[in-house]
């Protein structure tokens, strides 16, 4: 199913963004999230390159799509015991979140 994608404002009244233990900034949560909520779109311009903020998706057969991330969700960090992993683009809760918990994803590779 594919959810129309959340507005930075709505964003912002979901998580926000703060010093992280793991590394660097982090993405916390502002509500509860129940597994397999939808929590948003990693959005912004599409790139070629690999960089710091750039997802990059298998769209079919090894054709792959990054974004360089300019929302709140840029600030996911990694964790071998994730909170939410993305389908394409769009990010879902692979488990209960709490408010204030950071949300992680795992990276799939060593990052």
């Known amino acids: 199913m594919v959810m129309s994608m959340l507005s930075d404002e ?26 397999g909520d939808y929590m948003g779109e990693y959005d912004g311009p599409v790139v070629s390159e690999n960089g710091s903020h750039v997802l990059w998706v298998e769209k079919y057969d090894d054709v792959w799509v990054g974004r360089d991330g300019k929302n709140l969700l840029r600030y996911i960090n990694h964790s ?6 993305f389908v394409g683009f769009e990010l879902y809760a692979v488990r209960g979140i709490k408010i204030d918990e950071e949300i992680t994803i795992d990276y799939g590779e060593a990052p």
Request: aromatic share 12%.
């Open 80 to 85: 071998s015991e994730p909170h939410a992993e």
């Open 10 to 35: 709505q964003l912002h009244q979901l998580f926000y963004k703060k010093v992280s233990s793991i590394h660097g900034s982090g993405l916390y949560a502002r509500d509860k999230f129940r597994q």
